[in-house]
């Protein structure tokens, strides 16, 4: 289930999961610090299939220039280059929040960052941000650049992995999904069968104000 979220506003409820598939990376890393300040809980699955302007060589070419920063005499102090595309996001995040004093740390706490939608979050209602998403920011004659892609050129690998998994996730939610529509058509089949001995009975309840 995906749910469309027309305004930003998300502010002080129950955990959201927003789905990443399609959301241009820096776009909806924007709007998710703004929400983690103001005190939500969120968590972003599919981090792999975010995408980032631009082509696969420009952007393996800036994050190769990237992996060059280091500590000159000790590299091991960092920073720290992450390759998976989940600590790419949470620290994409991170750049956008004070994270070095305590509000800004207690934001980042809320972020939790997935490859892939593993439970109990393949269960619940996902959202998209549509100010976030690549065909509504981006020229379609641009180019841009899967993240989940970009990390495998770069050292993740898990690639292989979290595709068996999540076909094992799409098959089984398909097969729960055709089990429901048949449960809701004998629903229906039921009930047509019902409604001549259920019109007294339906008929008092409506009386009584149900």
Known sequence: ATLVVSIFTMVLESTKVIDGRGHLLGRLCSIVAKELLAG???VIVRCDEMEVSGSLTRNKVKYAQ?????MNTNPRKGPYH???????VWRTVRGMLPHMSPRGAAALKRLSTFEGIPAPFDK????VVPAALKIMRLKKERESTVLGELAHHVGWKHRDLLQRLEAKR???SK???????ANMQKRK??????AGELEK???????AGY
Do not use: C, G, T
């Open 170 to 172: 799409k098959a089984d």
């Open 66 to 70: 990237f992996r060059k920063k280091h």
């Open 201 to 207: 009975v339906n008929k008092v309840l409506a009386d």
């Open 175 to 181: 097969e729960w999904y055709e089990k429901k529509k």
């Open 124 to 127: 619940q209602e996902r959202m």
């Open 40 to 42: 939500q809980q969120i």
């Open 189 to 194: 089949k039921a009930e047509a069968d019902a």
């Open 82 to 88: 992450f390759r998976s595309p989940s600590m790419m």
